[in-house]
């Protein structure tokens, strides 16, 4: 697949493991799991492929934000994309890595 960064902080992450911006630190453990989960995305030959990755528990959102699909990190943080389709491949946008509230534990 095609993976896209929607924010500057997003791909400073992956390439580095570090974000020049302030508000965007995460301890190792997270930026080496978010890492992880970028490779497994570009190494993805399909969205069918991540459901069969039981440890990302990929899932296409609903409600307010429909459209979106989210893998896991770990328990506590998650990343968003939005998957297109070129033709070719799919080509994936990641948004955001989330923090998940007491909500969804």
């Known amino acids: 697949m095609i993976?896209?960064?929607?924010?500057?902080?997003?791909?400073?992450?992956?390439e580095t493991g570090k974000?020049?911006?302030k508000k965007y630190r995460f301890q190792p453990e997270i930026v080496r799991k978010y890492r992880r989960c970028i490779d497994i995305l570009f190494d993805?030959?399909?969205?069918?492929?991540?459901?069969?990755?039981?440890s990302l528990n990929y899932e296409i959102l609903k409600g307010e934000k429909a459209g979106?699909?989210?893998?896991?990190?770990n328990k506590q943080y998650r990343i968003e994309f939005i998957v297109t389709d070129n033709g070719v491949e799919p080509?994936?946008?990641v948004c955001s890595i989330l923090e998940l509230s007491n909500h969804y534990k």
């Open 44 to 54: 993805a030959s399909g969205i069918e492929a991540l459901y069969k990755i039981n």
């Open 3 to 14: 993976v896209v960064f929607e924010c500057k902080y997003l791909k400073e992450l992956y």
């Open 91 to 93: 080509v994936v946008t």
């Open 19 to 21: 974000s020049v911006d």
């Open 68 to 73: 979106i699909s989210s893998i896991r990190v």
